[in-house]
């Protein structure tokens, strides 16, 4: 029977039930049980539902036949609600304590007026317990606060991921970007390790647009082009007159200008000794002096480094300090060479071409059979060979579509090889140039630091240099950048 049918079935049928089902009516979203006690207007309790009497602890009919005014004297009801509707003479709604069973429950007590206005009865209904109310209440308001957190830091990922310029669809740069997620806003060190041309400092730079740094400044040091006499005054900055030619004014180094950003240094495995040493003492001091200085500079940035070098034997060579490779090595991100992501070739590709056609005024599409080539070129220049390639094509294309019969021969195998290089027409002084440009243009294509080339040809790093100038950027060489 429905709390309608019972009260018309009880009460006299002049009394006016208006006003009480315009209060049990959907609309006031109140959650009734069907606890409910009626009273008469002397406060006199005529009927009590069992389930009030069982969720309140009353045995059945004990409270029937009693005055309400008798059960708030006693305690029985704290405040008692068919008094107070009584005394007040209109609808309350309060927290009424029943005190032998300490419920706090709240409570919505009704006034039941005849044709003219006279009070006749008082129904009242217990709600869900006040206890229950909070509990909805702390849950409701930690959903809320969980729910904005959530919305906000997904906003934020969103924002700072589509400020980047990462593309990938492999499994391995999922797990990688996942990485970089759980890190980017944590002060640990990073390494990132990977082949030359992998991406590496598009990575870094991707960490920063992500961690909460990413308002403050990015600093990027290529460590194997700085020169070996001026590496110290460049990271740390030096004081005026601290030695011959440099400014009267001093200068702020590298690393103190990416204080409150990121400090990103690339190429770390090209730092001699007695710089490591120094950057040591910075990443567990956190503080530098200049060249010349007398005062301690604290510096708040993050560090974040890269190597193609394998550290580990460096460090059993006694080429790179243990100690601050374990120090740098705290997270360590190795990002796979790009012929072991075949999934990422076609979005990088698609990336590039768009990105050229735009800088260059192109309207450029891929031959199916070009693209064929991409995925099957082995790609030992990695991303940074496969950018240049489309940068190249996009260039001299005058064609709308890019097809393999575009491609450079260094790209379709007719290139020269240095055995018939030998065989050629010419003086052995010509003979001896091209093999030796071979050779330097094939060493730096694999090494990609003038560092690197003079380390595996046993030549100068300045030779190296000049070699990789005459024959790779003076023969449109490839640009280099992590």
């Known amino acids: 029977m429905s709390q309608e049918t019972y009260l018309s079935h009880l009460l006299d049928e002049d009394i006016n039930l208006k006003g009480l089902f315009e209060i049990l009516s959907p609309e006031n979203n109140l959650v009734l049980a069907d606890d409910m006690m009626l009273s008469d207007s002397k406060g006199t309790i005529l009927r009590v539902s069992e389930t009030y009497e ?21 305690g029985t009801f704290q405040p008692c609600i068919t008094a107070e509707v009584i005394r007040q003479r209109k609808k309350v709604v309060t927290t009424q304590t029943i005190n032998h069973t300490h419920k706090n429950v709240m409570t919505v007590g009704i006034p039941l007026c005849d044709g003219s206005g006279e009070l006749k009865y008082v129904v009242c209904f217990n709600t869900v317990s006040l ?20 919305s906000q830091e ?58 909460n740094r990413a308002d403050g400044p990015f600093i990027e040091v290529n460590c194997a082009v700085l020169h070996e006499n001026l590496i110290e005054s460049e990271l740390f900055g030096y004081e005026k007159g601290a030695f011959t030619g440099a400014s009267s004014t001093g200068k702020i180094g590298k690393i103190e200008l990416a204080n409150h950003g990121t400090l990103f240094l690339d190429e770390i495995g090209e730092l001699p000794l007695h710089i490591q040493s120094k950057l040591l003492q910075l990443i567990q001091e956190k503080t530098i002096e ?16 890269a190597t193609n070098r394998n550290l580990e034997e460096e460090v059993q060579r006694g080429l ?16 796979p060479p790009l012929r072991s992501r075949k999934e990422d070739i076609f979005p990088l590709a698609h990336q590039f071409l768009a990105r050229f056609s735009r800088e260059y005024g192109k309207n450029l599409t891929f ?23 489309i940068e190249r094509l996009v260039i001299t294309v005058q064609d ?21 290089l030998l065989a050629q027409r010419g003086s052995l002084a010509e003979r001896m140039d091209a093999y030796e440009g071979e050779i330097i ?21 300045a030779t190296a240099a000049r070699k990789v100038a005459k024959y790779v950027s003076g023969k449109g060489g490839e640009r280099r950048s992590s």
Not at 290 to 305: E, K
Not at 400 to 419: F, M, N, R
């Open 290 to 305: 200049r060249l010349s200085g007398n005062r301690r500079i604290s510096l708040d940035f993050r560090l974040i480094v």
């Open 54 to 74: 069982h969720n309140f602890g009353f045995a059945h009919g004990s409270i029937v036949g009693k005055s309400a005014f008798d059960l708030e004297a006693d």
């Open 400 to 420: 709308p579509i890019i097809d393999t019969t575009a491609l450079p021969v260094e790209y379709t195998g007719d290139a020269v090889p240095p055995a018939e």
């Open 320 to 335: 790179f300090r243990s100690d601050l490779f374990y120090r740098l090595n705290v997270i360590r991100i190795h990002i």
């Open 154 to 211: 997904i906003a934020e990922l969103r924002t700072r991921a589509t400020s980047t310029s990462l593309v990938f669809k492999s499994n391995s740069m999922q797990r990688l970007w996942t990485l970089m997620q759980n890190t980017a806003n944590t002060k640990a060190n990073i390494l990132i390790t990977g082949e030359t041309g992998v991406g590496k400092s598009a990575i870094a730079k991707a960490i920063h647009k992500m961690s």
């Open 367 to 389: 031959s199916p059979r070009f693209l064929a080539f991409l995925e099957q070129y082995d790609w030992p220049g990695n991303v940074r060979q496969l950018e240049n390639l």
């Open 441 to 461: 243009r094939d060493t730096y294509r694999r090494c990609g630091t003038t560092v690197a080339v003079a380390r595996e040809l046993g030549i100068s790093q």
């Open 131 to 150: 206890e229950q109310i909070n509990t909805i209440q702390r849950n409701y308001q930690h959903l809320q606060d969980s729910l904005q957190q959530y």
